[in-house]
T-cell receptor, first 112, second 114 residues
Framework: SQQGEEDPQALSIQEGENATMNCSYK?????LQWYRQNSGRGLVHLIL?????REKHSGRLRVTLDTSKKSSSLLITASRAADTASYFC????????????FGTGTRLTIIP | ETGVTQSPTHLIKTRGQQVTLRCSSQ?????VSWYQQALGQGPQFIFQ???????GRGNFPPRFSGLQFPNYSSELNVNALELDDSALYLC?????????????FGPGTRLTVL
C-alpha cells in the first residue's frame, strides 16, 4: 500500500517558473526523502529531511517538513526543461528495517 | 548514475512461468531492497536483504522470493507469473554505516507478463 499521497498528480509550468509539490503521509517517520524518476527509469535521490528538521535546501530544491500535519513540500525554483520527470516522496518509518514507503508521485512537465 | 546495476533491462514472459532478476549493489553496500513499480504508481517494497538474510518483507505473496550472495549482489525470483506482475522492478542498495538510509537505485528491469 502507498504511504502517502502527492498533490498535484500532474503539474505543467513554463520554464523559469517555480514548481511546488506536496506530499502527505500517515504514520510516524524517521525521515522523508524525495526522488526523481525520468520516463520509468531508475529513481534518483534528491534530498532527505529528518523528522527533527523543518526545512532543507539543496541547490534549486527546498524541502519543508511538518510532522504535526504529516506533510512535506518540494519546491523547485527557476525550473528547467531537464526537470521534467516524476517526483516521489518516500518515508522511512521509525520501526525496523529502513524500508521506504513511496507516495503516488507528481508528474512535472516544464514547457520550454 | 549510481553504481547499482540490474539485469536484464527488459523481459517478456508468459503466465505461469518463472523469472529471475539480478541486482549488483554499489561497492561497500551490504543491504539490497527490491521494489515493484506498476505503471503510474509509486514503488512498493517487496523485501530487503541484509548480509544474506531477509530483513523485512512487504505485502507480497511467497511466490516472490529472493537471495543475497556473499558479495551482496541479489536475485529476485517470481514463480507462477501472473499478468499483474507486469511492472518495473527496482533494486536499491544501501549501507547502515552511511548517512541515514540513502538508497541508491538501479535502472530497473521492465517485466512484461503476457
Amino acid at each position: 500500500s502507498q504511504q502517502g499521497e502527492e498533490d498535484p498528480q500532474a503539474l505543467s509550468i513554463q520554464e523559469g517558473e517555480n514548481a511546488t509539490m506536496n506530499c502527505s503521509y500517515k504514520t510516524s517517520i524517521n525521515n522523508l526523502q524525495w526522488y526523481r524518476q525520468n520516463s520509468g527509469r531508475g529513481l534518483v535521490h534528491l534530498i532527505l529531511i529528518r523528522s527533527n528538521e523543518r526545512e532543507k535546501h539543496s541547490g534549486r530544491l527546498r524541502v519543508t517538513l511538518d510532522t504535526s500535519k504529516k506533510s512535506s513540500s518540494l519546491l523547485i525554483t527557476a525550473s528547467r526543461a531537464a526537470d521534467t520527470a516524476s517526483y516521489f516522496c518516500a518515508t522511512e518509518s521509525n520501526f525496523g528495517n529502513e524500508k521506504l514507503t513511496f507516495g503516488t508521485g507528481t508528474r512535472l512537465t516544464i514547457i520550454p | 548514475e549510481t553504481g547499482v546495476t540490474q539485469s536484464p533491462t527488459h523481459l517478456i514472459k508468459t503466465r505461469g512461468q518463472q523469472v529471475t532478476l539480478r541486482c549488483s549493489s554499489q561497492s561497500g553496500h551490504n543491504t539490497v531492497s527490491w521494489y515493484q513499480q506498476a505503471l503510474g504508481q509509486g514503488p512498493q517494497f517487496i523485501f530487503q536483504y541484509y548480509r544474506e538474510e531477509e530483513n523485512g518483507r512487504g505485502n507480497f505473496p511467497p511466490r516472490f522470493s529472493g537471495l543475497q550472495f556473499p558479495n551482496y549482489s541479489s536475485e529476485l525470483n517470481v514463480n507462477a507469473l501472473e499478468l499483474d506482475d507486469s511492472a518495473l522492478y527496482l533494486c536499491a542498495s544501501s549501507s547502515p554505516a552511511e548517512s541515514y538510509n540513502e538508497q541508491f537505485f538501479g535502472p530497473g528491469t521492465r517485466l512484461t507478463v503476457l
